[in-house]
T-cell receptor, first 116, second 111 residues
Framework: ETGVTQTPRHLVMGMTNKKSLKCEQH?????MYWYKQSAKKPLELMFVYNFKEQTENNSVPSRFSPECPNSSHLFLHLHTLQPEDSALYLC?????FGQGFNQPQHFGDGTRLSIL | RKEVEQDPGPFNVPEGATVAFNCTYS??????FFWYRQDCRKEPKLLMS???SGNEDGRFTAQLNRASQYISLLIRDSKLSDSATYLCVVTLYSSASKIIFGSGTRLSIRP
C-alpha cells in the first residue's frame, strides 16, 4: 500500500505523441517530486514542487513539462520524446522541502515508459 | 568523481551473517543522509535516516562520518527478506538544492 498513486503503470508511446503522467498523494504533504530511473543508473531528480511552486528544475529538457495544480496532484506532460527517455518515472512526496531538508520521501510505484 | 558513490555489489551472504556497506559523498556541505531500500521492480522505501551520532533500528545500524565523508549501513543477523538494493541518499539545500541518490548496492541473502 502506498499513499502515492501513479497512473498509468505502463505507457508505450511514439516519439510524436503527447501524453501525461499523473501522480496523486494522500498523505497531506506539501512537496512533490519527479524522478527518472534508467537501467543501471541512479535515480535522477527532475523537478521539485514545494507548496505548488516549482523550486527545482535539474536541467531537464523542455520536452518534459511538469504541472502542479494543487499540493496533492502532480503531472508530467510529455511531447516529442526520444528513445533515451524510456525509463521508470517515479513520483514522490514529503512533508515539505526546504533548508535543512531531512524528511523521508514516499514514492509511488512509478510509470514505466517506453518510447518507440 | 561521482557525487555519491556506492559499491554496486552484489553482496552474496548466508542467512544470519552480518554485512556492511559504505557510501561516500563528495560535497562536504551535504546536510542530510538516508538509506533507502528498493526491491526488484518496486519503488524505493525509506529504511532509515542517518544521524551524526549514529542510529540503530533493530538489526540495522547507520553511521555518519563527516570527516571522511561517508555513511555506512550494518545489517546484523541477515534475513532472506533483506535481499534488495540499498540506496544511499544525500541532500544538500542551497542555491542549487540537490537530492542525490547513489546507484545502489545489491544484497542477496542465501539460505
Amino acid at each position: 500500500e502506498t499513499g502515492v498513486t501513479q497512473t498509468p503503470r505502463h505507457l508505450v508511446m511514439g516519439m510524436t505523441n503527447k501524453k501525461s503522467l499523473k501522480c496523486e498523494q494522500h498523505l497531506g504533504h506539501n512537496a512533490m517530486y519527479w524522478y527518472k530511473q534508467s537501467a543501471k543508473k541512479p535515480l535522477e531528480l527532475m523537478f521539485v514542487y514545494n507548496f505548488k511552486e516549482q523550486t527545482e528544475n535539474n536541467s531537464v529538457p523542455s520536452r518534459f513539462s511538469p504541472e502542479c495544480p494543487n499540493s496533492s496532484h502532480l503531472f508530467l506532460h510529455l511531447h516529442t520524446l526520444q528513445p533515451e527517455d524510456s525509463a521508470l518515472y517515479l513520483c514522490a512526496s514529503s512533508q515539505d522541502f526546504g533548508q535543512g531538508f531531512n524528511q523521508p520521501q514516499h514514492f509511488g510505484d512509478g510509470t514505466r515508459l517506453s518510447i518507440l | 568523481r561521482k557525487e555519491v558513490e556506492q559499491d554496486p555489489g552484489p553482496f552474496n551472504v548466508p542467512e544470519g551473517a552480518t554485512v556492511a556497506f559504505n557510501c561516500t559523498y563528495s560535497n562536504s556541505a551535504s546536510q542530510s543522509f538516508f538509506w533507502y531500500r528498493q526491491d526488484c521492480r518496486k519503488e524505493p522505501k525509506l529504511l532509515m535516516s542517518v544521524y551524526s551520532s549514529g542510529n540503530e533500528d533493530g538489526r540495522f545500524t547507520a553511521q555518519l562520518n563527516r570527516a571522511s565523508q561517508y555513511i555506512s549501513l550494518l545489517i546484523r543477523d541477515s534475513k532472506l527478506s533483506d535481499s534488495a538494493t540499498y540506496l544511499c541518499v544525500v541532500t544538500l539545500y542551497s542555491s542549487a538544492s540537490k537530492i542525490i541518490f547513489g546507484s545502489g548496492t545489491r544484497l542477496s541473502i542465501r539460505p
